[in-house]
């Protein structure tokens, strides 16, 4: 299984990006799919994860409607858009995929639900 992330980069305050994550190797629609994110010295943390279908998303609180994840499951990609940047977003995102998808959206919000790891794209925002 890899899947592959792409679309970080430098970004100014307010500024916005598109990550992107294209999955190869499994059953992509049978998986929930999302993103977690590690700044230095922090631990991982969840930012969002969307059902098999794309029917159901889930968001950490910090991304307070800023950011909107979406699926392609016809070219096994899943996408995340970053709008209002600020610093404290700064940080490593990666894309995951789970063995499963047989529990509720909210059941997927730690590191352990989710078995496949990509290996990160950084986003830095600063002025």
């Known amino acids: 299984v890899q899947l592959q992330a792409s679309g970080g980069g430098l970004v100014h305050p307010g500024g916005s990006l598109r990550l992107s994550c294209a999955a190869s190797?499994?059953?992509?629609?049978?998986?929930?799919v999302g993103w977690f994110r590690q700044a230095p010295g922090k631990e991982r943390e969840f930012v969002t994860s969307i059902s098999r279908l794309g029917g159901n998303t889930n968001y950490a609180d910090f991304v307070e409607g800023r950011f909107t994840i979406t699926r392609d499951n016809a070219k096994n990609m899943v996408h995340l858009q970053l709008n209002s940047l600020r610093p404290e977003d700064t940080a490593v995102y990666y894309c995951?995929?789970?063995?499963?998808?047989?529990?509720?959206?909210?059941?997927?919000?730690?590191?352990?639900?989710?078995?496949?790891w990509g290996q990160g794209t950084q986003v830095t925002v600063s002025s």
């Open positions: 995951v995929a789970s063995s499963h998808a047989d529990r509720g959206i909210q059941y997927y919000d730690t590191p352990g639900r989710f078995r496949y």
């Open positions: 190797g499994l059953t992509f629609s049978s998986s929930v």
